[in-house]
C-alpha cells in the first residue's frame, strides 16, 4: 500500500513557475515509477510526466510540456516533484501524481496503482 500526497499548486501568472511534491508513505517508494497526470473540467484525465523506478534515470514527457515541465525524484525523502516552468494558461488543471510499479510506468493513467487526492493549477492570462 503507498498513500500519495501532493502539494504545491496554486494561482500563478502566465510564465510563471510551480514546483509540485508528491510525498508517498512506505518503505517501498524507489519500487514504483511515478506519474504526473492533470484533469481540466469537462476533460480526461492526460499524462504530464512520468520517471522510471528504482534511479530514476529514465524519464518521458507529454508533447505539450516537453521543455517547460521536469520530473524527478528523490527516494531518501519518498519524494517525486514537478518543476513546471513558462506555465500557460492551459496549464491549468487539477494535478495527480501516481504509482505504478512496472520499471518505466506507462502514459496509460488506468496503469498506475496509487493516486494522490490532486493540487489546483490555475494559470492567469
Known amino acids: 500500500q503507498v498513500q500519495l500526497v501532493e502539494s504545491g499548486g496554486g494561482l500563478v501568472q502566465a510564465g510563471g513557475s510551480l514546483r509540485l511534491s508528491c510525498a508517498a508513505s512506505?518503505?517501498?517508494?524507489?519500487?514504483?515509477?511515478m506519474g504526473w497526470f492533470r484533469q481540466a473540467p469537462g476533460k480526461e484525465r492526460e499524462f504530464v510526466a512520468r520517471?522510471?523506478?528504482?534511479?530514476?534515470?529514465?524519464?518521458y514527457y507529454a508533447d505539450s510540456v516537453k521543455g517547460r515541465f521536469t520530473i524527478s525524484r528523490d527516494n531518501a525523502k519518498n519524494t517525486v516533484y514537478l518543476q513546471m516552468n513558462s506555465l500557460k494558461p492551459e496549464d491549468t488543471a487539477v494535478y495527480y501524481c501516481?504509482?505504478?510499479?512496472?520499471?518505466?510506468?506507462?502514459?496509460?493513467?488506468?496503469?498506475?496503482?496509487?493516486w494522490g487526492q490532486g493540487t489546483q493549477v490555475t494559470v492567469s492570462s
Open positions: 501516481a504509482a505504478d510499479p512496472k520499471v518505466f510506468g506507462s502514459r496509460d493513467y488506468r496503469e498506475y496503482d496509487y
Open positions: 512506505g518503505r517501498t517508494f524507489s519500487s514504483y515509477a
Open positions: 520517471i522510471s523506478r528504482s534511479d530514476g534515470i529514465t524519464y
